[in-house]
């Protein structure tokens, strides 16, 4: 079993609007202060292209982020919000057993359970139940997200099946599950970096990731 790297429930994907922006979405400042290479879809995905969110330490290293593709999901409470077609990419750092930015703490070394864990929250993030009100919402989360994390700790068991995708052109195993509410999987790229992906009207059979050569140009 691989231990889940919780990066904190505070970094998990952020929930969109009503208007469908995402609640924490930054300029591509964030994503140029990165150490390590970013990935999305490969050039074989030509539809639009778009920030999300970065995460940094509290010394401000950025520790892992998001680019979407495809319609941006809009959480509403209809089944218009059903039909939106994405897929996000979520790209995080590689990092060893560390002491937290402030000296405070010790951080759990990040692998592909965390990825995991980010990209089914993330999937939880934009998705909202259409029998569901507000008042009820933030319970549903809270529960369903903790799920996630669970699940998350053991990729080697059921719902978990695997999944051979291209990253860069080459053949890579990932973990891959399916819910009433999009698709979820985890790898690591040959670099060393871990990506973690979730999407929803977009099969992910035929994806593909590459490392995004300019990350200016999803900002539009």
């Not at 919780?6 to 990165?34: F, M, N």
Request: charged share 20%.
């Amino acid at each position: 079993m691989e231990t889940t790297s919780r990066v904190g429930a505070e970094d998990a994907p952020s929930a969109v609007t009503a208007e469908g922006v995402p609640a924490t979405r930054r300029t591509v400042d964030g994503y140029l202060k990165a150490p390590f290479p970013w990935y999305g879809l490969d050039g074989a995905f030509t539809g639009p292209r778009w920030l999300m969110q970065v995460t940094a330490s509290a010394d401000g290293t950025v520790q892992h982020g998001s680019t979407g593709h495809g319609e941006e999901p809009v959480v509403r409470a209809d089944a218009g919000a059903e039909k939106a077609r994405f897929a996000v990419v979520v790209t995080v750092a590689s990092s060893p057993v560390r002491r937290s930015g402030d000296g405070t703490g010790v951080l759990d070394a990040t692998t592909v359970s965390s990825a995991a864990w980010l990209a089914g929250s993330g999937l939880l993030a934009c998705t909202w139940p259409p029998q569901m009100d507000h008042t009820l919402r933030n319970e549903w989360l809270n529960q369903q997200t903790e799920t996630a994390f669970e699940l998350a700790d053991d990729l080697g068991e059921a719902p978990w099946s695997t999944l051979s995708l291209p990253v860069d052109g080459l053949p890579v195993e990932f973990h891959y599950r399916e819910s009433e509410f999009g698709w979820v999987l985890a790898g690591s790229a040959p670099d060393g970096v871990h990506i973690g992906a979730y999407g929803r009207g977009m099969s992910a059979y035929g994806l593909g990731f590459a490392v995004v050569g300019d990350i200016a140009a999803y900002d539009n």
